[in-house]
């Protein structure tokens, strides 16, 4: 099973990469966009998994915070609300 969802996880993985390299005219191997694609699928299920912990928060507003933070060079501590 473990070995299942890593297949899956990698397959999303090389999905977004494959977006973003056509995107940025870089080839889908380039280590800066398999970074971007797994730091990306990362960000997202730490959401979930915040959202699940914390059935009143708002996705779409967890979302949002999640962004503004890799925007802003991901400030571990000096911005937003989520987790306080």
């Known amino acids: 099973m ?11 993985i090389q999905m977004i990469a494959g977006l973003v390299a056509e995107r940025l ?9 398999q970074l971007f ?11 979930l998994k915040y959202c699940v912990e914390h059935p009143e928060a708002d996705i ?5 915070e999640a ?3 890799y925007e802003a060079g991901l400030p571990i501590g000096k911005l937003g609300t989520v987790g306080k």
């Open 2 to 12: 473990r070995a299942a969802s890593f297949v899956q996880m990698n397959d999303n």
């Open 25 to 33: 005219g870089r080839p889908q191997d380039n280590l800066e966009v």
């Open 67 to 69: 962004l503004a933070l």
């Open 37 to 47: 694609a797994g730091s990306m699928l990362g960000a997202l299920m730490a959401v």
């Open 60 to 64: 779409y507003a967890v979302i949002d």
